[in-house]
Structures are given as C-alpha cells and as structure tokens.
C-alpha cells in the first residue's frame, strides 16, 4: 500500500470506508504490516493487537456493507497511549511496576472508541507514568522527522506513531504540554480539551486535577471527529462535565469571519526566537487573510504558575502512586521517584497557597474570553529540540520552565488548546503555534484550526522515513 495511503487524514480514510472503495480489513492489514517493518527502529508501539483489530475490522467491514454505518471513525485504525486500560491487554503506563497488569475493563474512552467501530492496533510508549522522563529500562521512541531530535512527552510513541503512518490517529493525555510537546515534535495536529470534557476512567492518574485525555491527528477536522467520540459526561467519572457534545465536524466546514484573536506581542515575542517568531507572524498574516480580526491583549503573569506547576503535580503523584510508593520505590525510575518525594515534602499550608493562586489565574484567564473568541501563541519558545538538548533538563530548571511557559498555564486552568503546524526550521523539523479557547469551546478550536489548515499545507508534510538520520 502506497505512502500516501497511510498518510491519509482520517476523515479522508473515513469517507473512503464509508463509500466501500477502500476494506477496513484491507487498510489494517498494510498498518500492521508497516508497523512490522518500521517500529523496530522508532519504538512507538508497546504491544501490537494485530488479531483483535483483524477481528475488528472485518466486523467493521461487514457492518458497513450492511448499511450500519456507525460515523466517522468506523473502521478506521487507530492506537492507544499505554495509560488507557485495554481489557485483558497489557497497560503498563511506562511502568516497570505496572508490566504485569492486565485491566477487567476498558477505560472508557477506549470503550467509546470501540463502541464507534474504531480498529484498535495496539498500545504506545510513553514516558514513565506519564512524567517527564522514561524508565531506564525502556527504549525510548525515536522522532520519524529525524532521530537525533526530541520526540516530546510523554505522549511521545502516539505521536510518532501516527507521524510515521503506522496508525491514522492516536489517543493521548495532557497535564503539562504532553499532547502538544509530542505533536509540535512531529507535525501534527493535537487538542488538549477542558479539563472535564472527556473521561479520565480507566486512565492512570499522574495528577488527577491536571491530567487531561485528548487526541492526536493530522489535522483539526481529525481531532474534531476523535474527540467527537471521546467527550461526553461519564457516570464513572463524576468529574467529567455533564454539557452537551457539539458537532465537531461541522464546526470544522465553517470559516473564521469576525472571529476575534488575541495576541499578546510582548509574551509570543520576549525570549522566544526568531524562528517561532515568524511562525507565529504567518499565522497571524492567514487568519487575518481568512477574516479573523486580531486583537491585542495582556495575557496574566504566568511566572508564578509555572513555578507551581512541579509541587501541584508532585502531590497528586504522590497521592496516586501512594499503594506501591514508596513500598515499591525500587521499581521506579528516578525522575518519577523524585516528583513523588518533593509531592509527599510539601506542606499542607503551601499547597494550598498553590491551589488558591491556581484558582485566580483561572478566573483571569476566563476573564480574558470575555473579549477575544481564541488566544495565539507559541507551544514553546525555542526551535526544534534536540535529544542533546533534553538531557540536560534535569539540570536547567530554567529550561524546563521555558519549556512549560505556554502549556502547563492551560492545563493549569483547564482551558482547551489545539496546537497547529504551522512553519519549519532550516533543517526542516516542525515548528508549531496554540490555539486557546474559552472553557469547554473546543468547537472553536476545531473551527479555527481547520480552517487554517484549509489555507496552508503545512500539516500536510511527512517525514521522509528512507533518509531518516540515525543515531
């Protein structure tokens, strides 16, 4: 099967079951056998259910040709990031604790998936319990654009799985940058939802209040039919928003006419360099070409909670791994054992200082979308981020924060986020740019992001996995 096949957008792909020029049976059979030919060097997949999606994808096949056609994600192949309980199939969370374990039930946006006629192909790698690091034990997965350069966090194998073709969208979580991080890393297009929209059952918590489940795609219109099936009320998550679903896909078919966006110049500009810059330029040059005012803001100081960040996840990690930490410390990583430590250190009075000014940026944040409709902004401030330059984060705790400036805010407030492809560096690795929306408008997010990328192309590169540098 061709390459452009397996790079098809997933509504693309989904349009072609639908009509029977294409089998799903067909199409998963050459996903399987690319994974089989291509994962061995860039680790993306923890474990192939190559006989469970045959199985699905005959059904699907067979359902379609019925007229029980079930939407857009019906036959189509997709994958998991390995924190989602897949019942009876190994789920780690990039755990060397948890190899073992083998759920009762699916979580419920796997369910969900499968109730829609998704074909699951497998589970993927991510950092150790969706931290910042993998386990020494695991092999980390490799960046398809170009080995030697980062593939982001923690939802680094969805992200490269479905960069390198070897899925056409991808299930990942969020609670400091790690949906977005991984598809700047590999051009694609991620959206991280308000915290709340979609179910968190089933998922293995890092920090419960900051963890976010979303999806990865290849455009906005594919992140709007994934989250389509994913959102919703869950009675088994009573945390999980109980408004109704809007039509992703037909939010993605309207134009930007009279939308408002705001950009702070002085936040996308200050210490970010010229590259991104420009990036963000020709965004805001397209959008204003598309009928989009742009607007000028003064986005809150997020200084202070970037500096929060680390002690409130800390302390929901430590309250999450509390049965196996530290009765189990051996079997942890070092970089996960030491944000479970600083979490069980932090006094009562100073997490709740962090809770309270967590809770009045959230309320200026929201005060903010009382005047624009989306905010414009960089995923992170420096050019594409090579493996050298990630194994020195430890060290440079200035770093990390450059790094989480523009994400962790949002997953701080719960503000839903897409991030875009939208430029390139002079080697030729994705760069891209956020959008940010009022709480629960991710239709929003879908209908700015799609129509962008109905003016550009730039997600509509691949990377070039025959002359792909190695280490």
């Known amino acids: 099967m061709a390459d452009a096949l397996h790079y098809l957008e997933l509504t693309a792909l989904a349009a072609r079951l639908k009509a029977r020029d294409i089998s799903a049976l067909d199409v998963t059979r050459a996903q399987l056998d690319r994974i089989d030919a291509m994962d061995r060097d860039l680790g993306s997949y923890v474990h192939?259910?190559?006989?469970?999606?045959?199985?699905?994808?005959?059904?699907?096949?067979?359902?379609?040709?019925?007229?029980?056609y079930r939407g857009p994600l019906h036959g189509v192949p997709i994958a998991l990031k390995d924190l989602f309980w897949t019942k009876g199939i190994p789920t780690a969370a990039g755990t060397m604790l948890h190899c073992d374990f083998r759920p009762h039930e699916d979580a419920t946006v796997v369910r969900r998936l499968k109730d829609a006629g998704a074909v699951i192909l497998g589970k993927l790698q991510?950092?150790?319990?969706?931290y910042s690091d993998h386990h020494p034990l695991v092999t980390p997965?490799?960046?398809?654009?170009?080995?030697?350069?980062?593939?982001?966090?923690?939802?680094?194998?969805?992200?490269?799985?479905?960069?390198?073709?070897?899925?056409?969208?991808?299930?990942?979580?969020?609670?400091g940058g790690s949906i977005r991080w991984p598809c700047a890393a590999n051009g694609l297009t991620g959206l991280k939802p308000s915290w709340g929209r979609v179910s968190r059952h089933g998922a293995f918590e890092l920090a419960a209040t900051l963890d976010h489940v979303g999806p990865i795609g290849r455009s906005a219109a594919d992140a709007g039919a994934l989250l389509g099936v994913l959102a919703g009320h869950d009675p088994n998550d009573p945390t999980s928003v109980f408004d109704p679903v809007p039509d992703y896909l037909a939010?993605?078919?309207?134009?930007?006419?009279?939308?408002?966006?705001?950009?702070?110049?002085?936040?996308?500009?200050?210490?970010?360099?010229?590259?991104?810059?420009?990036?963000?330029?020709?965004?805001?040059?397209?959008?204003r070409a598309l009928g989009a005012g742009i607007v000028d803001v003064r986005f809150p100081d997020v200084m202070q909670a970037i500096a929060d960040w680390t002690p409130n996840c800390?302390?929901?990690?430590?309250?999450?791994?509390?049965?196996?930490?530290?009765?189990?410390k051996n079997e942890y990583g070092p970089m996960l054992a030491s944000l479970i430590e600083a979490g069980r250190a932090l006094s009562a009075l100073d997490y709740?200082?962090?809770?309270?000014?967590?809770?009045?940026?959230?309320?200026?944040?929201?005060?903010?979308?009382?005047?624009?409709?989306?905010?414009?902004?960089?995923?992170?401030?420096?050019?594409?981020?090579?493996?050298?330059?990630?194994?020195?984060?430890?060290?440079?705790?200035?770093?990390i924060a450059k790094l989480q400036r523009y994400t962790c805010p949002f997953d701080v407030t719960g503000h839903p986020t897409i991030a875009l492809p939208g430029g390139a560096s002079a080697d030729g690795l994705p760069i891209a740019f956020q959008l940010v929306a009022a709480h629960l408008d991710e239709a929003m997010l879908v209908r700015a992001g799609a129509a962008f990328?109905?003016?550009?192309?730039?997600?509509?590169?691949?990377?070039?996995?025959?002359?792909?540098?190695?280490?």
């Not at 991510?126 to 969706?130: M, S, W």
């Not at 930007?256 to 950009?263: A, E, T």
């Not at 809770?355 to 309320?363: E, I, N």
């Open 48 to 68: 192939v259910m190559a006989e469970t999606a045959i199985a699905e994808a005959k059904a699907a096949d067979a359902e379609i040709a019925q007229g029980r």
């Open 141 to 175: 997965p490799k960046n398809p654009w170009n080995a030697s350069y980062w593939p982001g966090i923690s939802s680094s194998g969805s992200a490269v799985a479905t960069a390198a073709g070897l899925c056409f969208g991808s299930l990942g979580s969020d609670t």
């Open 126 to 130: 991510l950092t150790e319990g969706a």
């Open 251 to 287: 939010a993605a078919a309207q134009d930007v006419r009279g939308l408002r966006i705001g950009v702070d110049a002085a936040w996308n500009s200050d210490d970010v360099d010229v590259t991104t810059q420009h990036v963000l330029a020709d965004a805001i040059d397209a959008f």
């Open 453 to 471: 990328q109905r003016a550009t192309s730039w997600h509509r590169r691949h990377p070039s996995l025959s002359s792909r540098r190695q280490h």
């Open 314 to 328: 800390a302390v929901e990690a430590a309250v999450a791994h509390e049965a196996t930490y530290p009765a189990r």
């Open 352 to 399: 709740q200082k962090i809770l309270l000014r967590r809770l009045a940026l959230r309320g200026r944040v929201t005060a903010l979308f009382e005047t624009i409709d989306l905010l414009l902004i960089p995923v992170h401030p420096f050019p594409p981020v090579t493996l050298a330059m990630t194994q020195t984060l430890g060290e440079q705790p200035d770093l």
